[in-house]
């Protein structure tokens, strides 16, 4: 999802690169003075003098997690957390999460002359003229609030190139169907996350339109977590006339109990970069990894600090990454014994690695996505890389939006419910994964065994036969065959394995691009986000 107004050169503007405001944990004001400082503790240098001890007052705070604080009707005191349930309860939090109570999806407006309320793109001259207009139009929409952080806009591809960007996912999941299971199985479509619902719409438009006898077999499942969204989803659908074959279910795709035994279509389209992360450490003497926590004291500051991992999804997570035998991103030199020994005796030198943004949440949705929907496809896409990021790897962009800035912060532990905290996606250590537990067929690894795989060295090599993954004596381009699955042929033939495609090559394939050309050639739906790719 891009929060940032296309004004400046498509996608960044690059007047946030030097603007610094600061926020502190407990007032939403900003101002141009840094906060009064507090001292980390965290384990880590990042100044001179520090230490390496917790306040034990902080370490008796109850430990909870995000699903513990749905409850809660203000950001909570005296607790702690993971880090990862720490930015879930930021943004999706009911009571006063970002998602929930301050972010609003830019459209184009319908006076704005195009097709079904989209812009009419071969009217523009050129980009410039069109990125002017966007500008404008993100104004307008969020016109108002000038004090402090405001209104908070973000678009996506969906929105801004509407219909012409969602016909080209419904090309791209209807050509497939058509190829393998017309007319034998229903066209059975989930989306994760809908927004306004302009994806479901501009899809199931162009079923209707192009193949009503698709249309006729089709059942679209939106699965939402944000109960307003909910409601103008399902009202905005049943109003166009597709009420009898969506179904709006309003619910954490983490706690989907259904299962889906038929072939269906997953999409999940800018959602996965809100998908909450942790944060682990490496000790610089022995590489063993340490999980990140924070305590929120009595006056909502933040204390955050690391622990010896117990977490079993991350520890699943660094146990898989292990396995499929995927680096860890430690920087050149720490990699080499020696050199660590040598950096880490250095005076104030930091123990612990910098920070390493790991997608805990993303693997639990590749879980689900195995036991819950056994015969799905996946269309996937999202950003593979974003600029102004807090310091780490794989680390987040963090901003706010104040007046019509957008602002990026240098922190994630910021006020709940007033910042966008989104993340890159590492595409190809995604596909690893994804194939790779669609190939083990059995129940996860035990948790024990995990925690003792976590715990050693990313640096160490794995002996685990399942680093060969399922594919070692097969085709490598197919998954093993299900069970009492067979193909249109009639054999029991593996379903071909995902790719991942950049933005302008999955468009290039299922787009109508004539849709979207400017009046100079140009084309704004290829050009413009360049770091997204798409798995499928």
Known sequence: MLRSALSCNHRYCPRQIHLKVYFSSTALIANDKPPPKHNDKINYNPDISFSTTVDP???KYPMLSSRDLESHREPPTRVRMLVRDFIEDSLYN????????RATIFTAPPHCGGVEGGF?????????EFEVDVAKRYREFGNGEEDGPGRQLWHTPTELFKPWYGQAIAQCLVSEYLLKYFPYEDFKVYELGAGNGTLALNILDFLKTHYPEVY?????????????????????LHQQGHGQVVDVVNRSVFRWERKERAPCYVVAAEVIDNFAHDVVRYDLKTLEAYQGVVAVDEVGEFIPFYTKINDPLIASYLALRRRLSLPAPLPRFLRSPSLRRLYASLPFAPNLSPPDYIPTRLLSLLKILRTHFP?????LSDFSSLPDAVPGSNAPVVQTRVGATMIPCGNIFVQQGWFDIMFPTDFTALREMYEFLLSQAGPDTDQQDELSYARVSPLASSTSPLSLGADFFSSRARRSPLDGVTSASGLPVGERKSSVFSHAEYLETYADLGKTRLANGENPMVGFYENVKVLF
């Open 375 to 379: 015969r799905h496809r996946l269309l």
């Open 94 to 101: 009911p009571h006063y999460g970002y998602f929930s109570k």
């Open 57 to 59: 007052k902080h370490l």
């Open 216 to 236: 006729d077999r089709t059942q679209y499942t939106i699965i939402e977590i944000s109960e307003k969204l909910a409601r103008a989803q399902r009202h905005r």
């Open 120 to 128: 009419d793109f071969n009217k523009y001259r050129d980009s410039a």
